[in-house]
């Protein structure tokens, strides 16, 4: 189980075809072209989100992995990089962004207050629903879902739409709701906790759920993005996969001991991390 999206400090056309689960015919390895980046001075680097553009963002780390300092990122394709924390801010960390440049994230002011927004150039949106939101996907109408955890300590998932006006999402009996990516046509991918005690992906449509368990990856799989192809990339037993059509394949960056995949365009690009040491985005099939 890979985990990244719970312990993060700051922050219709698919749903017939993976209505059978697991998936249903065997794995191999997607054909992948990468473009692989890192950032100077950060030990780690935690990616989030991707537009068709090949724009990246996540988080970086300028710490280290017990006194951790995160700070925004925007990695564009022609290699440059961009970081964002607002003046007196402790951290900060972006969780998508769509083709017009509006990104999710939060920060961490210097009274220890957390701060959830929308951001555009510099214009910053705060978002106050649900309380305690952990923005992630975000689609071209700007709806935006994520997670959050109420007073009880259970954790659901949610979609904002852009008048503000929000829904909860929550997978029928699950202990936890992890809602991750959405596409333009309202398709929303995540993950829950069942009463089985294991992670199960899921797709969300239009009311509508089903489930989607990756290959050997019964007791773990997390589902992060979809594209408006329907295509989906996720996590099985700590193993990257892509799904199209009945078919996972897995992820590998070339000379990574681990890949992560984490984000997919509309059209298809994929972003993520090798070894959380190194970003990239890639071109798959």
């Known amino acids: 189980m890979s985990g990244l999206s719970r312990n993060f400090p700051i922050f219709a056309v698919a749903l017939i075809a993976l209505s059978l689960t697991p998936a249903s015919r065997a794995q191999s390895r997607a054909s992948c072209t990468f473009h692989t980046f890192g950032l100077p001075s950060s030990p780690q680097i935690f990616v989030n989100g ?126 936890a709701t992890f809602a991750n990516g959405i596409n333009d046509r309202g398709g929303i991918v995540g993950f829950y906790f069942g009463s089985d005690g294991a992670e199960h992906g899921f797709i969300y449509h239009n009311g509508a759920w089903a489930k989607l368990q990756f290959p050997n990856a019964p007791l773990s799989t997390e589902l992060y993005g979809i594209s408006n192809g329907g295509v989906i990339v996720g996590q099985g037993q700590s193993h990257p996969y892509l799904y199209q059509n009945g078919t996972a394949k897995e992820i590998i960056v070339p000379g990574s001991n681990q890949t992560e995949v984490r984000a997919i365009a509309p059209g298809g690009l994929i972003a993520g991390m090798g070894d959380l040491t190194h970003g990239f985005w890639a071109a798959c099939h």
């Open 50 to 175: 991707v537009n068709d553009y090949g724009t990246v963002v996540g988080a970086a780390n300028f710490g280290n992995r017990e006194v951790p300092q995160f700070k925004a990122f925007i990695h564009y394709s022609n290699g440059n990089t961009t970081y964002w924390l607002p003046s007196g801010a402790k951290s900060s960390g972006f969780g998508g962004r769509n083709d017009s440049g509006v990104t999710t994230g939060a920060y961490v002011d210097s009274s220890n207050q957390r701060h959830v927004f929308l951001l555009k150039g510099s214009t910053l949106t705060p978002i106050s629903r649900p309380a305690g939101a952990n923005p992630l996907g975000i689609n071209k109408y700007n709806s935006v879902v994520g997670n959050y955890v109420d007073s009880s300590a259970k954790t659901h998932g949610f979609k904002r739409y852009s008048n503000g006006s929000t829904i909860h999402l929550n997978y029928p009996s699950a202990t």
